[in-house]
């Protein structure tokens, strides 16, 4: 719920403010928050340990986002976006293997498979191929393969402080968005307190909450699964918008509901083994 807010608050933000605009001050305003926890937390520090998660930001924070938020203001579609971005997870369980040592089953596999299937079925009807300029569909590739290599890097570094590595990939993003809004004229900020509530949604749900998940799931059941549970995006995407937009949920966002999470149950709920029971 938590991760999927954040395509919710993008539909809300691009209703009052350019992409770059829109995330340079969610980063502004996560950064603030967070190395405020720092302040009164005071985590042990290690200088090569931000430097690694500063390249992790990059990949998997600014230009993750920065390419699905661009892409979809040049009228890449919603649910085009998200199918798109459901390639992940399969991209992860290809290279973690040889990368990581994390090998996938034959039932792994399998709920991969349906797990795609799942999401194709729910945003099948939100599909408008044909309305974008190519490099917006490939950018939106370009996002896709980022975030997996940040995801593949945040399973191999996981070493250090959740806290440390969550604030410095959301400042690290901050100064690229920073720099980035900057060059392109889009840094000021408009000055209606709509645009505020959405910063603040998107900072705290989707940035820490959201975000904050992703990294714990990473380090405690790793790259692969990480990306089987995005699967479920989809679908509590589509809730969301129900619920703030009054989207109408048809027949195929059930279907597709009901597929993706039995793809998820069969690639990560595990059986347990003879010498798992006999304790």
């Known amino acids: ?69 661009i892409a979809v203001r040049h009228g890449v579609s919603g649910g085009t976006t998200s199918l798109i971005a459901a390639l992940q997870p399969l991209l992860v369980a290809v290279v973690s293997g040889p990368l990581l040592g994390e090998h996938t089953g034959v039932r792994q596999r399998i709920g991969l498979g349906v797990g795609l299937a799942g999401v194709a079925v729910v945003v099948s009807g939100g599909l408008s191929i044909g309305q974008a300029p190519t490099w917006a569909y490939l950018l939106a590739v370009v996002g ?15 070493t250090g402080s959740l806290l440390v590595s969550l604030t410095t990939q ?32 998107i900072a705290l749900l989707s940035g820490l909450g959201g975000y904050g998940a992703f990294l714990l799931v990473i380090r405690r059941q790793g790259a692969v699964a990480v990306g089987t549970w995005l699967y479920l995006s989809p679908p509590t995407t589509m809730v969301w918008t129900w619920l703030v937009f009054g989207d109408r949920i048809g027949v195929l966002g059930f279907l597709g509901v009901l597929i993706t999470a039995a793809g998820v149950v069969l690639a990560i709920v595990r059986t347990p083994s003879v010498a798992d029971r006999s304790g």
């Not at 290599?149 to 399973?155: D, E, V």
């Open 1 to 69: 719920m938590l991760w999927s807010s954040g395509f919710v608050g993008a539909e809300l933000g691009a209703r009052h403010a350019e992409p770059l605009t829109l995330l340079f001050w969610r980063f502004a305003v996560g950064s603030v928050v967070l190395l405020g926890i720092c302040t009164v937390v005071r985590p042990r520090v290690d200088l090569a340990e931000v430097g690694r998660q500063a390249i992790i930001g990059l990949l998997a924070v600014a230009v993750y986002l920065s390419a699905c938020y």
């Open 144 to 158: 896709v393969v980022a975030l997996s290599a940040g995801t593949l890097l945040s399973r191999r570094w996981r």
């Open 170 to 201: 959301t400042c690290t993003a901050g100064i690229a968005l920073l720099l980035a809004s900057a060059v392109t004229g889009q840094l000021k900020p408009p000055a209606t307190g709509s645009f505020w509530f959405v910063v603040g949604w």
